[in-house]
């Protein structure tokens, strides 16, 4: 009877990634990132601690998740990168973020991809590749959004309520309550606990378009998970 091999795990899974690549400081040597390199921080100038490692994810492929710490000033980001070739047609991924449970799902973006959230017209033209989450990505257009809302309301009042809407809506799926803890001196309600089967208000639609294929929304349970979608095009001439 044949003996069944136990195959060795080259890549480890993302999430153990990204937690050893945030990891500061590590006693265990063998549990350390493939390689550690200094980079100077782009927030206060002085030297920070970039880590990579290789790693794989399933159904899509290999890529290197890149992670920058700077101990000065408390600056962290991270970043992914493809370990392969562009594949040879564009990807759209389509998700339905129906309920809570939904904010958790995994999100890679290259370089190259473009992000719309079709229910507020809002469209992230291709920026730094990223590794995050639906909810991070959420919470990264709130933070966006809010940083030149003080000058639109003197200058442009008319963009600013339009955008101030799409800010309340996304803090509102987040369960943002940054401004609540700022009131001081108010009776506050006792908040709920959340649940990931709570539905979502407003409920939304995420789309990954990808000319380079290179990005990733994760599906739950299969590929025939019903509010994920992903469907691959032909590059354009421009595209190439």
């Not at 490692?53 to 000065?72: A, D």
């Not at 709130?142 to 030149?148: E, G, K, R």
């Not at 990005?215 to 349970?221: A, I, K, N, P």
Request: net charge negative.
């Amino acid at each position: 009877m044949a003996q069944t091999k136990e195959t060795p795990e080259f890549f480890p899974p993302i999430a153990d990634v990204v937690d050893r690549t945030h990891a500061a400081d590590e006693e265990n040597v063998d549990s350390r990132p493939l390689e550690e390199i200094e980079s100077l921080c782009m927030q206060c100038g002085e030297q920070g601690v970039t880590r990579m490692m290789l790693t794989s994810i399933p159904f899509f492929r290999e890529v290197i998740v890149m992670s920058f710490r700077c101990e000065h000033c408390g600056h962290a980001n991270n970043e992914i990168q493809s370990a392969g070739k562009i594949r040879p047609e564009g990807t759209i991924y389509t998700v339905k973020v129906l309920n809570r449970g939904d904010l958790d799902r995994q999100l890679i973006r290259s370089e190259a991809c473009s992000i719309s959230i079709p229910e507020f017209q809002l469209v992230l033209p291709p920026t730094r590749a990223q590794l995050t989450t639906v909810e991070g990505l959420l919470r990264d257009i709130v933070a966006d959004l809010s940083i030149q809302q003080p000058l639109r309301r003197i200058q442009d009042e008319n963009s600013y309520t339009k955008i101030q809407e799409i800010i309340d809506a996304l803090k509102e799926i987040i369960a943002d309550d940054e401004e609540d803890e700022e009131e001081e001196g108010k009776d506050k309600p006792e908040k709920k606990e959340l649940s990931k089967e709570d539905p979502l208000t407003p409920a939304i639609t995420v789309v990954l378009d990808d000319p380079s294929g290179n990005s990733f929304l994760e599906f739950v349970g299969s590929m025939s998970d019903p509010k994920w979608n992903m469907r691959t095009y032909e590059r354009s001439l421009e595209q190439n």
